[in-house]
Structure formats: structure tokens, C-alpha cells
């Protein structure tokens, strides 16, 4: 019986290593750039997140929803489920709370159930390893993701295709004395909104209309920021989005 118990403590732990490995090597890509909280929560442009005394309620809330008028972006779009989880129980482990294991995230949403090749393409869809270089970054798919670019309606028949598919909505913006590509949201008489998409990720601008000249077509292209994928990679995706996309 001891010896049954010690076995089930030690995996228990292991588990909580691994979860807080994983917490921890997801956060690094995601949120400890320089211009953002910095490694373990300390150093970086971004308000410093260890040993803060947050709750793990308070931390679950901001990381899924962000903060409004802020640069910190809500990520409960943006990363698999999972992920957040780790992530979630990363920062509460650099406040000193103890893994529960009880769900971060209440209400969301199971995972479909996929074939493997398809669950596949989910993974390098969502794959925050990637960084900002993943699909997840533009499109948003069964309601994770970011939706900047249209609804996806049409699965590419394969990747070259994919590479190659033009971007009529993408505009060429100017202002400041800079010209880059951009979606534009809205131009109104006291306001335009775009998303520069000069680099990912796109950014939100909110610009005068007297300081903004937009002309049709642009140098950017969809084959530019598939960079992070190989053409079989590419290939798993659109099988995830065969399964899940309606056509």
C-alpha cells in the first residue's frame, strides 16, 4: 500500500513538473519578449508579474481577456486552450500558488474530436511555438484565433495554391511619411482604422483621416508570412480545415 502511494505521489509530481515545464516554455515564446514581461515575469517593458500576489482567478481573467487600453492583447483567441492553461498556471506559480487541478478556464469548450492527420494540422495551426508566424496570428478557426483576415470560406487545394492566393482586400497606406500594407476597418470623418501589416503581428492603428492616404493593391503577399511552415506542414493544415471549414 506505502509503496502504491509513493508511486502515485511521484507521478503526481512529475505531471506538475511537466505542466509547469511546459507553462513555463510556452510563456518564454509567447510573453517574456523585451518589450513585454521578460523572463520569469521580471525585466521586461511590461509591468512585472512574479510574486505580485495575484490571484489565480485575477490571472486566468487577464490572460484570457487582456486589459483594455493597453498593449496586453487577450489571448483566450489567440492560443489553444491548453496552452492557456499552462500559461495561467505559470504565472500563478510565479505568485507562489500551488497547481489546483481544477480547470483555469470555466466554460470552455471541448476540443471536436479530429483524425489524426486533421488534429495534426490543428496543432501546426495554433502552434504557439511558432510565435507569431502561425496561422492562429490572422484567421480565426472554430472561435480560437484571431480574426482579422475574412472568415476562411474556401480551403486551397493544396499548398502551393495556398502560398499563392491573392489579397484584394490589402491596401497600401500612408502616413507619417511611411507607406506599408494595411487592412483598412473603417474610414470615417474623424477616424480611420487599420491593421499595419508590416510585420507580424498586425497592429491596430487608429490614425486622422487628414494624415491617411490609401490606394488599392499592395506588394504584400500571403506567401510571405507562411515562412514558419514547410509544404507538408501546410499540407496537415488544410486537412484541419477541410474538417471544420464549410464550404
Request: glycine share 10%; net charge positive; charged share 15%.
Amino acid at each position: 500500500m506505502r509503496a502504491a502511494f509513493l508511486l502515485f505521489a511521484a507521478a503526481a509530481i512529475a505531471g506538475a513538473q511537466n505542466a509547469s515545464t511546459r507553462g513555463a516554455d510556452l510563456f518564454n515564446q509567447t510573453c517574456a519578449s523585451g518589450y513585454c514581461h521578460g523572463a520569469r515575469g521580471v525585466g521586461g517593458g511590461a509591468p512585472r508579474l512574479a510574486a505580485r500576489g495575484f490571484t489565480d482567478e485575477y490571472i486566468a481573467q487577464t490572460v484570457r481577456r487582456g486589459v483594455p487600453s493597453t498593449a496586453m492583447p487577450a489571448f483566450a483567441g489567440q492560443l489553444p486552450p491548453a496552452d492557456l492553461a499552462a500559461i495561467i498556471g505559470y504565472v500563478a506559480s510565479l505568485n507562489g500558488i500551488a497547481p489546483s487541478g481544477r480547470n483555469p478556464m470555466p466554460g470552455a469548450a471541448p476540443e471536436r474530436s479530429l483524425a489524426p492527420d486533421a488534429a495534426q494540422g490543428r496543432q501546426l495551426f495554433f502552434d504557439s511555438v511558432r510565435g507569431f508566424g502561425r496561422c492562429a496570428t490572422c484567421h480565426e478557426v472554430e472561435g480560437q484565433g484571431m480574426p482579422i483576415a475574412s472568415p476562411i470560406s474556401r480551403v486551397p487545394a493544396n499548398p502551393a495554391e495556398l502560398r499563392q492566393l491573392t489579397t484584394p482586400h490589402v491596401q497600401t497606406v500612408g502616413s507619417g511619411g511611411d507607406t506599408y500594407p494595411a487592412l483598412v476597418l473603417s474610414k470615417g470623418s474623424k477616424q480611420v482604422k487599420l491593421y499595419d501589416l508590416t510585420s507580424p503581428p498586425p497592429v491596430l492603428r487608429t490614425l486622422a483621416p487628414g494624415a491617411v492616404t490609401v490606394k488599392e493593391g499592395s506588394n504584400w503577399s500571403h506567401a510571405n508570412v507562411l515562412t514558419a511552415y514547410n509544404d507538408s506542414e501546410l499540407g496537415s493544415i488544410l486537412v484541419f480545415l477541410r474538417a471544420v471549414v464549410r464550404q
